[in-house]
């Protein structure tokens, strides 16, 4: 069962489930995650900054490889660094935050993250306002 907490009614159910619940049972609250737009709007942007002529590290990036490298910097950037160690076969692997389990605001904050980062490396966002985000 999960409860969004809009209303005092449904407040008060949230209660009345947690006193019934049998015993063992377990309660989570938690900020919403991040929204299905929030994160349609931040693949865009990856899309558009890949498809842009910017390289990193003297390569053209793909999308995932963009929305690697947007996390990370926003991780530093908001002090929730990640971890660089050596993988299984003596690769190095960067461990970083999750967008998945981003909440909404810290969705936003990786977003305009972003934004700024493509506002200043002159990337037009072109399918990002196909779909909508920007007008």
């Known amino acids: 069962m999960r ?3 809009i209303s005092p009614r ?3 159910n949230a209660v009345n489930a947690i006193l019934e619940a049998p015993e063992g ?3 989570t609250i938690a900020e919403p995650k991040r929204s299905l737009d929030q994160n349609a ?3 865009a942007i990856c899309g558009d900054i890949a498809r842009s002529s910017v390289k990193w590290a003297g390569e053209r990036r793909t999308l995932d490889q963009w929305k690697n490298l ?6 530093v ?3 929730n660094k990640g971890e660089v160690l050596p993988g299984l076969e003596g690769e190095f692997v960067s461990i970083r935050e999750s967008s998945a389990r981003m909440g909404v605001k810290r969705a936003a904050s ?3 993250y972003s934004l700024a980062f493509c506002a200043t490396h002159d990337i037009i966002l072109t399918d990002t306002r196909r779909q909508g985000f920007l007008r």
Request: no cysteine; charged share 10%; hydrophobic share 45%.
């Open 3 to 5: 409860f969004t907490l």
């Open 10 to 12: 449904v407040r008060q």
């Open 25 to 27: 049972y377990t309660v």
């Open 41 to 43: 709007f931040f693949h």
């Open 70 to 75: 947007l996390i990370s910097g926003h991780g």
């Open 77 to 79: 950037v908001t002090n």
């Open 110 to 112: 990786l977003i305009e």
